[in-house]
Every structure is written in structure tokens, then in C-alpha cells.
């Protein structure tokens, strides 16, 4: 087993929820050790097993013996994605971590992009990548039907809610994070919004590249994705989060 243990309270907790990548989570993985060992040094890569039924969790297990504590598995069952991130920044919150990265386990969160993100971190709250779509024309469109619908029912302008590449400050999102219902399912579609909509959080974005998956399985497949729309609006209403249109959604 590595050396390496992470410091009682790292100045980064990269949140990467796993759900069936076998054929890549240990690439990934290494690439991201290289990048942030030699950017920030003192973090931990927490990866969520959100019901994976491949041999994902054997891999990350496998991984952790070598790459020592700074790399921690969790297990739930299947709650999604959003929920599952949500559980991954609540965790840094509890641990007092300043920093807060999400990045997904399919290698379309590219590292060499987070050099960029750390750089900023004192200038921002939240950092968005701000994606240049590779992966096909049907999610270009989701994405914008998505904003546009944002802007219709909870007045905000989100570009990308949906981004899964973003670096938060823990204190000045907590509360925002905090009050995403824990049945919410795209759960950070509803963060961005409430992160939007307070005015004491400062916005930032670095352009990133967005290339093909390596493997594994989407956890929201496009399809899945377009057929929770409705749903998605009907959550943000109920919740409160559209309040501030003043629109009810039947």
C-alpha cells in the first residue's frame, strides 16, 4: 500500500460517483492522482458506488491498496447521480474541506483542465467548465432545452446545470447544498439553481474540452434524461426552488 495519507483536514475533496465503469475508473483514477498530486498535494479522491453490478467496486478496491488513504470508497444503493453527489459534498461539509471538486468516472472530465479550475479558487465560489460538446448532437440540445426551461420556470440564467466538472467552496455553498431535497433526482440541476440564485455567490467558468466517454454506462442515458423533464420542473416547483418566477407548473 502507497505511503500516502491524506492530511486531517485536506484542502480538496474530489467527489466521483462510479456507477459500472470497470473498463475505465482505474484509468481515470490514475489520472487524476498524477494532476492533483502535483497541483494540490493534500486531498482525497472519494469515489461513490452508486449500485454498481460490475466489478467496479473490485477495481477501486484494488486501486486503494496502492494509492493508499487518499483514495476513499463508499457504497449506497442506487439513488442516481445528482443524489449521490449530493452525498459527496455533504461529506465535505461534515469534514470541514474548503474545496469541493465533481467530476464523473467516464474520462470526460479531463484533468488537464483542473490546473485552470484551482487557480481561480480564491476568486470564485463556484467554477463551472464550460463544455465544448463531443458527445453528440441529442445532448448538445438536452443541454439547451435545459437552460431554456430554467429560464422560463425558476428565472434563472444556468448555461450548464447539469456540468459534471465544477469546484465549490464548501463555507460559501453550504447552505445551498444543504437545502437540495434528498429526493430531488437531478439533484445538481437544482444546486446550480440555487447557487444562482444567491447573490452573495461568486460565478466563475473555465472552458474545458468534452470528449467521448471511455466506457462504463451513463447513469441518466439521454433518453431517461428527456423523460424526466417534466418531472425535473414539477420537483423544482414543489421544492420551492421556482419560487422566484411565481409560476405554478400543473
Given amino acids: ?7 486531517q483536514r485536506p ?15 482505474e484509468q481515470v483514477v490514475r489520472a487524476w492522482f498524477t494532476t492533483l498530486d502535483r497541483t494540490v498535494g493534500d486531498f482525497i479522491l472519494l469515489a461513490i458506488s452508486d449500485g454498481s453490478t460490475d466489478a467496479t467496486e473490485e477495481s477501486l478496491t484494488t ?11 463508499h457504497r449506497h444503493s442506487n439513488r442516481g447521480h445528482g443524489q449521490t453527489c449530493i452525498k459527496g459534498y455533504v461529506t465535505g ?15 470526460q472530465s479531463d484533468p488537464v483542465h483542473f490546473p485552470d479550475f484551482w487557480e481561480l479558487r480564491d476568486q470564485f465560489d463556484v467554477i463551472y467548465g464550460r463544455r465544448s460538446r463531443k458527445d453528440g448532437l441529442r445532448r448538445i440540445i438536452a443541454s439547451r ?7 422560463h420556470f425558476a428565472n434563472v440564467d444556468c448555461i450548464d446545470a447539469n456540468v459534471p466538472y465544477r469546484l465549490m467552496n464548501g463555507a460559501a455553498c453550504a ?3 444543504r437545502s437540495i431535497p434528498r429526493d430531488f433526482d437531478l439533484a445538481n440541476v437544482a444546486l446550480a ?18 470528449p467521448p466517454r471511455l466506457g462504463g454506462e451513463p447513469s441518466v442515458p439521454f433518453v431517461k434524461f428527456a423523460l424526466k423533464a417534466r418531472e425535473l420542473l414539477k420537483q423544482l416547483d414543489a421544492s420551492g ?7 405554478h407548473i400543473p
Fill in 1 to 7: 500500500m502507497s505511503d500516502h495519507s491524506p492530511p
Fill in 11 to 25: 484542502q480538496l475533496l474530489v467527489v466521483m460517483p462510479v456507477f459500472n465503469e470497470e473498463a475505465c475508473v
Fill in 63 to 73: 486501486l486503494a491498496e496502492e494509492l493508499g488513504s487518499r483514495l476513499e470508497i
Fill in 93 to 107: 461539509l461534515e469534514r470541514q474541506i474548503p474545496h469541493l471538486l465533481q467530476i464523473d468516472s467516464d474520462g
Fill in 145 to 151: 432545452i435545459l437552460r431554456l426551461a430554467l429560464k
Fill in 175 to 177: 447552505e445551498a447544498i
Fill in 193 to 210: 439553481v440555487e447557487l444562482r440564485r444567491r447573490r452573495s455567490i461568486r460565478h466563475g467558468e473555465v472552458p474545458i474540452g468534452f
Fill in 241 to 247: 426552488i421556482a419560487d422566484g418566477t411565481g409560476r
